[in-house]
């Protein structure tokens, strides 16, 4: 707000920005809705365009703001009800009344390689290509399988003429995407890294969709630990959060890995989903037992990790009126699960502080007094916590709070593509265990393709 005319534009993109900007509403002038390669040159010509007129900065706003993707949160007032609840939007008649998230149709026709290498960052030297973009398997906590519709595949051939003429200092390829072991043409891919002797390594895989090829790719090129998503423990908790995979899909990925010589297997699960009871931690326990087993039997010596969080309601999914679970609760939950596997041999457990869990759920679905608040706790150099107490606001509460189906929600004037009522169906088949398939072509029940037919 203290920034004059003359002084630069903050416009923020990436995924967090485009489910719920409000918490930076009161730093940025602008934030890009979707993914950015068909908006930012437009964007920019905008801003060019504005400059040469010589428009002040708040007609160069009003400009941004009739962009398609461009949210411009100066044009939206939130409104608050005499308990302090947000209860709507009142949006300028200058402005679009919602913001559509962009997307790109052809993911060819833009670059799906890493722009920059560097030995100073995570992803040391590795040439990070993106395969695919989006998923398709409506899991139903996950904001990428939804904000990232539809899922969309790469052209193996630019892929791998891109791979063939990496920077030379790369050490390994990295192949990214919200679900590779679902990229079409996965094998053929990995094969040929392994033909030519590329490094090459993948994140999380889904157990339901590897076999003896893409296991034994993996493990040529170097791979030593299997990593797969069951997510939840019990059958029934698979359900609700419609992953997918069964406990045989699991074992058959230790038996794969075993006999391609990988040792290690890595398991990440969520605590606190909703429906969540104590039988479900139990029931997680002894599947790790029995994978556990599995791994032995298969010869398999090496380590089992666990990597546990709590689950986090975000915008934007089916479980967005969910609470986060108490507190309390989470960390009776994460007791059980440390005491169970603390003497087990070569289980290893992994976990987040629950403090950052509330800390995460507060900011994804916090709306514009959240962010000025953090811009408080900032300022003074203290936890945000305690600015939210001196204003009378506790932060557990805050992100235990539980949404009432039909209640305005503080990021509902974006447009992700898909209808609400889409949400509010798979909401209601979580509570009933029903599965809903994937994605597949001439699908019509969501929206983003096109009229939704829930």
């Given at each position: 707000?203290?920034?004059?005319?003359?002084?630069?534009?903050?416009?923020?993109?990436?995924?967090?920005?485009?489910?719920?900007?409000?918490?930076?509403?009161?730093?940025?002038?602008?934030?890009?809705?979707?993914?950015?390669?068909?908006?930012?040159?437009?964007?920019?010509?905008?801003?060019?365009?504005?400059?040469?007129?010589?428009?002040?900065?708040?007609?160069?706003?009003?400009?941004?703001?009739?962009?398609?993707?461009?949210?411009?949160?100066?044009?939206?007032?939130?409104?608050?009800?005499?308990?302090?609840?947000?209860?709507?939007?009142?949006?300028?008649?200058?402005?679009?009344?919602?913001?559509?998230?962009?997307?790109?149709?052809?993911?060819?026709?833009?670059?799906?390689?890493?722009a920059i290498m560097t030995d100073a960052t995570e992803f040391e030297n590795m040439y990070?290509?993106?395969?695919?973009?989006?998923?398709?398997?409506?899991?139903?906590?996950?904001?990428?399988?939804?904000?990232?519709?539809?899922?969309?595949?790469?052209?193996?051939?630019?892929?791998?003429?891109?791979?063939?003429?990496?920077?030379?200092?790369?050490?390994?390829?990295?192949?990214?995407?919200?679900?590779?072991?679902?990229?079409?043409?996965?094998?053929?891919?990995?094969?040929?890294?392994?033909?030519?002797?590329?490094?090459?390594t993948v994140a999380s895989l889904r157990a339901d969709t590897l076999d003896v090829e893409?296991?034994?790719?993996?493990?040529?090129?170097?791979?030593?630990?299997?990593?797969?998503?069951?997510?939840?423990?019990?059958?029934?908790?698979?359900?609700?959060?419609?992953?997918?995979?069964?406990?045989?899909?699991?074992?058959?990925?230790?038996?794969?890995?075993?006999?391609?010589?990988?040792?290690?297997?890595?398991?990440?699960?969520?605590?606190?989903?909703?429906?969540?009871?104590?039988?479900?931690?139990?029931?997680?326990?002894?599947?790790?037992?029995?994978?556990?087993?599995?791994?032995?039997?298969?010869?398999?010596?090496?380590?089992?990790?666990?990597?546990?969080?709590?689950?986090?309601?975000?915008?934007?999914?089916?479980?967005?009126?969910?609470?986060?679970?108490?507190?309390?609760?989470?960390?009776?939950?994460?007791?059980?699960?440390?005491?169970?596997?603390?003497?087990?041999?070569?289980?290893?457990?992994?976990?987040?502080?629950?403090?950052?869990?509330?800390?995460?759920?507060?900011?994804?679905?916090?709306?514009?007094?959240?962010?000025?608040?953090?811009?408080?706790?900032?300022?003074?150099?203290?936890?945000?916590?305690?600015?939210?107490?001196?204003?009378?606001?506790?932060?557990?509460?805050?992100?235990?709070?539980?949404?009432?189906?039909?209640?305005?929600?503080?990021?509902?004037?974006?447009?992700?593509?898909?209808?609400?009522?889409?949400?509010?169906?798979?909401?209601?088949?979580?509570?009933?265990?029903?599965?809903?398939?994937?994605?597949?072509?001439?699908?019509?029940?969501?929206?983003?393709?096109?009229?939704?037919?829930?």
């Amino acid at each position: 707000a203290a920034r004059g005319a003359k002084e630069p534009l903050v416009i923020i993109g990436g995924p967090c920005a485009t489910f719920n900007p409000e918490p930076l509403a009161g730093v940025a002038d602008a934030f890009v809705i979707g993914e950015g390669e068909e908006t930012v040159n437009k964007l920019l010509d905008a801003v060019y365009e504005a400059r040469d007129k010589g428009l002040s900065k708040e007609d160069t706003l009003l400009e941004l703001a009739q962009l398609s993707g461009i949210y411009v949160p100066r044009f939206y007032e939130p409104q608050y009800d005499a308990g302090g609840m947000f209860c709507g939007m009142q949006v300028s008649t200058q402005v679009p009344a919602s913001v559509k998230r962009q997307w790109v149709r052809e993911l060819d026709n833009y670059p799906q390689t890493s722009a920059i290498m560097t030995d100073a960052t995570e992803f040391e030297n590795m040439y990070i290509v993106e395969v695919a973009r989006g998923c398709g398997r409506h899991c139903r906590f996950c904001m990428a399988g939804y904000c990232f519709r539809k899922p969309r595949a790469r052209d193996l051939e630019l892929l791998l003429a891109k791979i063939r003429n990496r920077p030379p200092q790369t050490k390994k390829v990295g192949l990214m995407g919200a679900a590779v072991s679902d990229y079409p043409y996965i094998k053929e891919l990995t094969q040929t890294l392994v033909d030519e002797q590329v490094p090459f390594t993948v994140a999380s895989l889904r157990a339901d969709t590897l076999d003896v090829e893409l296991t034994q790719a993996l493990a040529a090129s170097g791979q030593r630990t299997m990593t797969v998503a069951p997510e939840a423990g019990s059958v029934k908790m698979r359900n609700i959060i419609n992953k997918g995979i069964t406990e045989e899909h699991v074992f058959n990925a230790i038996e794969l890995a075993a006999a391609a010589g990988m040792k290690n297997i890595k398991l990440y699960y969520m605590l606190g989903l909703p429906g969540e009871a104590d039988s479900d931690i139990e029931e997680m326990i002894a599947m790790i037992g029995r994978v556990r087993e599995k791994m032995d039997a298969a010869l398999n010596k090496g380590d089992l990790i666990i990597s546990v969080n709590g689950f986090i309601p975000k915008p934007f999914t089916p479980f967005q009126w969910s609470p986060l679970c108490d507190v309390k609760t989470l960390k009776r939950r994460f007791k059980m699960l440390e005491t169970a596997l603390k003497k087990a041999k070569h289980i290893q457990v992994q976990t987040e502080s629950l403090k950052e869990t509330v800390l995460q759920a507060v900011l994804a679905r916090g709306d514009r007094r959240i962010g000025a608040a953090l811009l408080e706790a900032f300022r003074r150099e203290m936890p945000l916590k305690q600015v939210l107490k001196e204003q009378g606001l506790d932060i557990e509460e805050l992100a235990a709070a539980a949404y009432e189906i039909g209640r305005p929600l503080p990021w509902q004037h974006l447009d992700m593509g898909f209808t609400e009522a889409y949400l509010i169906s798979e909401w209601q088949k979580a509570q009933r265990e029903e599965f809903t398939p994937m994605c597949f072509d001439l699908c019509r029940r969501c929206g983003v393709c096109g009229e939704a037919q829930v």
